[in-house]
């Protein structure tokens, strides 16, 4: 049985806010997740005092993990959605073309996304019409490296999600709820394949191991032994 709540303290001028996850345990565990926000593992007796005390006593350990977790955070570029803007998709740069056509839709065509649209001077216009493809591949090939992913686990079908979401997030690639339902952050598409590929195995690990602890990472060194070398390929092609 767990039980979650809502949690605050003042720390100088700054407030840490914090979920308070109880279960049938005996000591106050503290993490913070690469979102950036601070979970707290507690008794199920545990008083507000003592996960104060606890808090006050981490929190300069919990602000410095706030800011290293923060310069990893998804860079959302101001895109203007003009002919000539580069656009990425896998990890490769494309030029964007925006042509006047009878029928809608985009297409990639030798290093260039090609935009056919009825009203080619209009970037909202344009910028409906690339979202949508992009979301599309996305569906397409997430679903596929999923497939791929899951077999590097020996309880599989245990692992695979009763549901994907396809969200443009601003402060997370992606995240397991406690029901098996995988979210992933539209602009992950963008990314190169191995990169998707490690947010999609980090994911997986979720469903056995909740929270970034020993045994979350030594389940995802396992699985994916190179997982550093790809998280920081990520960070460097979407930064």
């Given at each position: 049985m767990t039980e979650e709540e809502l949690f605050s303290v003042e720390y100088g001028a700054t407030r840490i806010e914090c979920r308070v996850v109880r279960r049938a345990r005996k000591t106050l565990e503290i993490a913070v997740e690469p979102d950036m926000s601070v979970v707290i593992a507690a008794p199920m007796d545990a008083t507000a005092e003592a996960i104060e005390a606890k808090v006050r006593k981490r929190a300069t350990?919990?602000?410095?993990?706030?800011?290293?977790?923060?310069?990893?955070?998804?860079?959302m570029p101001e895109r203007q959605f003009v002919a000539g803007e580069t656009h990425r998709y896998l990890g490769r740069q494309y030029r964007l073309k925006v042509v006047p056509h009878v029928q809608q839709g985009v297409k990639m065509n030798r290093g260039f996304i090609v935009v056919q649209t009825h009203r080619p001077f209009s970037p909202a216009a344009t910028r409906e019409l690339v979202e949508a493809w992009y979301k599309d591949r996305a569906h397409t090939k997430f679903a596929e490296r999923i497939d791929v992913n899951l077999q590097r686990f020996s309880d599989s079908e245990f692992r695979r999600p009763k549901g994907v979401i396809i969200r443009q997030m601003k402060q997370r690639w992606g995240s397991m709820s406690p029901g098996c339902r995988l979210m992933l952050n539209r602009r992950l598409i963008e990314a190169p394949v191995d990169a998707i590929d490690y947010v999609i195995t980090h994911?997986?690990?979720?469903?056995?191991?909740?929270?970034?602890?020993?045994?979350?990472?030594?389940?995802?060194?396992?699985?994916?032994?190179?997982?550093?070398?790809?998280?920081?390929?990520?960070e460097q092609a979407m930064a």
């Open positions: 350990w919990i602000i410095r993990q706030q800011r290293f977790f923060a310069q990893f955070m998804p860079r994911e997986l690990c979720h469903v056995t191991e909740a929270h970034h602890g020993q045994a979350f990472y030594d389940l995802l060194a396992r699985v994916l032994p190179d997982w550093e070398r790809r998280k920081q390929r990520l």
